[in-house]
């Protein structure tokens, strides 16, 4: 079992940033050795991946709508990752998740996830 706590979200201008975190627990889990990723689920839609990332940080995949504009790392030591979000469009409005994986999720069961809000 694993537990995904997302945070870092928040109400902010079009063209403004914010770093999400995803903390990720379990006593079977080992983060050091999975890849990770951010999904993103706006109103009425489906919910889709945004970034991904493997198990040492060497290979990272972009949506193209994110690509250029965001950032994901991830800190090994302290079984987090994170997405840094620039450039913010009002479209990227969303809740934001994390899974396990690389572009399909690993586990059924998501986090609460943090709700990003980009607006004037």
């Known amino acids: 079992q694993v537990q995904f706590v997302e945070s870092g979200g928040g109400l902010v201008q079009p063209g403004g940033s914010l770093r999400l975190s995803c903390a990720a627990s379990?006593?079977?889990?080992?983060?050091?050795?999975?890849?990770m990723s951010w999904y993103r689920q706006a109103p009425g839609k489906e919910r889709e991946l945004v970034a991904a990332i493997t198990n040492v940080g060497a290979t990272t995949h972009y949506a193209d709508s994110v690509k250029g504009r965001w950032t994901i790392s991830r800190d090994n030591a302290r079984n987090t990752v994170y997405l840094q979000m620039s450039s913010l469009k009002p479209e990227d409005t969303a809740v934001y998740y994390c899974?396990?994986?690389?572009?399909?999720?690993?586990?059924?069961?998501w986090g609460q996830g943090t709700q990003v809000t980009v607006s004037s």
């Open positions: 379990g006593i079977t889990f080992r983060f050091s050795s999975a890849a």
């Open positions: 899974n396990s994986g690389f572009g399909t999720p690993g586990f059924p069961s």
